[in-house]
Structures are given as structure tokens and as C-alpha cells.
């Protein structure tokens, strides 16, 4: 079976804090994304990376940055969360031209 | 980010029914996908469609990548309540690189017993 996994499910942060979100692939894909989720605006892209140390914008990766050190690897960092950054982070992969794999996702609150 | 056309927003159905939606957009798209989410959890691919007219089922769940490239539908039959979640279509342009899809907004299925 196919396997996307993010460390956390849910987490609570102080504004301010520093947020790392992890997330790893076992099935040797050179994409992975990184979307936020809210009610009423859908999927939106934050980052994503085509190979490792790769990294390019989406549509709002104001707030947020990636690392991409080994090709199953992909982090989300918040260097300092804000309460407009509570939300569901869903990391996926994919190949090129295939199926994209979404993990569990990981329900941030910033407090 | 673009976004697809995805209708109905919501659907309220008794137990047994069949359940249609689908997406459409102004520009071509060499793949679609149907995802399903539940509360609380990531999406998970129902099925994946990658020629103009094909046609594909999963179970109950049937989906037809439109002729013109520009829409796709999903038919659920026979619902049951487990069926219940948020449906979303997602499509992949052609010429797009890295994998990127564009998603629709959703359709929120509620499925009375």
C-alpha cells in the first residue's frame, strides 16, 4: 500500500512559535506539495517540490517555508505562527504525470 | 490558483439513492481524479482518469472523463451512509509539470438512513 505520513495530527502553538510539520513518502515520488485547508476556500498550494533541495512557491507561501533534504522528506516550517495560520496542512506526492497521494493531514491551532 | 466548476456545493439524500456530480472547466485537462474526504482526514483517490471518454468503476462509484477534456462526472449508486464526505474532483492540465492539479471546491454529501 501507498503511504504519505505526517508526523502530527494535531498540534496547539502559541503565537509566535516556531511549527515544523513533517511529512514522508514511501513510494520513491520525485513531487510532493504542501496545501492548507479551510472551510469555504478549498485546497490552496503552499509550496512544492519537484526533486530534493527543490522548492517552489503556490499560491500562498506567504508565512511559511520548506526543506527538502532527502527525496521521501518534505517540512513545513512556520517560522512564527500567526492565528490566520490555524488550519488543516495536507502533504501529497506524486509522480509527473500519476496519481497524487494526500496524507492524514495535521490540524493546526494557533493559540 | 484557478479552481474548477464543481456542482452541486451540497447534496441531502435518502439511503438507496443515486448521487451525480461532476466538474468542468475552461481549459483542457489530460487527467482527472475523484478524491473523497471524511472529517478529520486527508483525501483518498476513488478513481483516476486519464483518457477523454473513458469510462471507469469502482463498486458503486462510476466516472467518465468528459469528451471535450473539459469536464468529468462522478455517479455514486445505491448510496449508503457510509458514502457521506466531501467529494472533490481535481484535474491536471496539459503541459502542467511537477504533477500540479487544480481542485474543485467539493460536494459536502449528507445520506439520510
Known amino acids: 500500500d501507498v503511504k504519505v505520513t505526517q508526523s502530527s495530527r494535531y498540534l496547539v502553538k502559541r503565537t509566535g512559535e516556531k511549527v515544523f510539520l513533517e511529512c514522508v513518502q514511501d513510494m520513491d515520488h520525485e513531487n510532493m506539495f504542501w496545501y492548507r485547508q479551510d472551510p469555504g476556500l478549498g485546497l490552496r498550494l503552499i509550496y512544492f517540490?519537484?526533486?530534493?533541495?527543490?522548492?517552489e512557491k503556490g499560491d500562498i507561501p506567504e508565512g511559511y517555508s520548506v526543506s527538502r533534504e532527502k527525496k521521501e522528506r518534505f517540512s513545513l516550517i512556520l517560522e512564527s505562527a500567526s492565528t490566520n495560520q490555524t488550519s488543516m496542512y495536507l502533504c501529497?506526492?506524486?509522480?509527473?504525470?500519476?496519481?497524487?497521494?494526500f496524507g492524514e493531514g495535521s490540524r493546526l491551532t494557533v493559540l | 490558483g484557478q479552481q474548477l466548476n464543481q456542482s452541486p456545493q451540497s447534496m441531502f439524500i435518502q439511503e438507496g439513492e443515486d448521487v451525480s456530480m461532476n466538474c468542468t472547466s475552461s481549459s483542457i485537462f489530460n487527467t482527472w481524479l475523484w478524491y473523497k474526504q471524511d472529517p478529520g482526514e486527508g483525501p483518498v483517490l476513488l478513481i483516476a482518469l486519464y483518457k477523454a471518454g473513458e469510462l471507469t468503476s469502482n463498486g458503486r462509484l462510476t466516472a467518465q472523463f468528459g469528451i471535450t477534456r473539459k469536464d468529468s462526472f462522478l455517479n455514486i449508486s445505491a448510496s449508503i451512509p457510509s458514502d457521506v464526505g466531501i467529494y472533490f474532483c481535481a484535474g491536471r492540465p496539459g503541459g502542467t509539470s511537477y504533477g500540479k492539479l487544480t481542485f474543485g471546491q467539493g460536494t459536502i454529501l449528507t445520506v439520510h438512513p
Open positions: 501529497a506526492s506524486t509522480k509527473n504525470t500519476g496519481e497524487l497521494f
Open positions: 517540490s519537484y526533486d530534493v533541495k527543490m522548492k
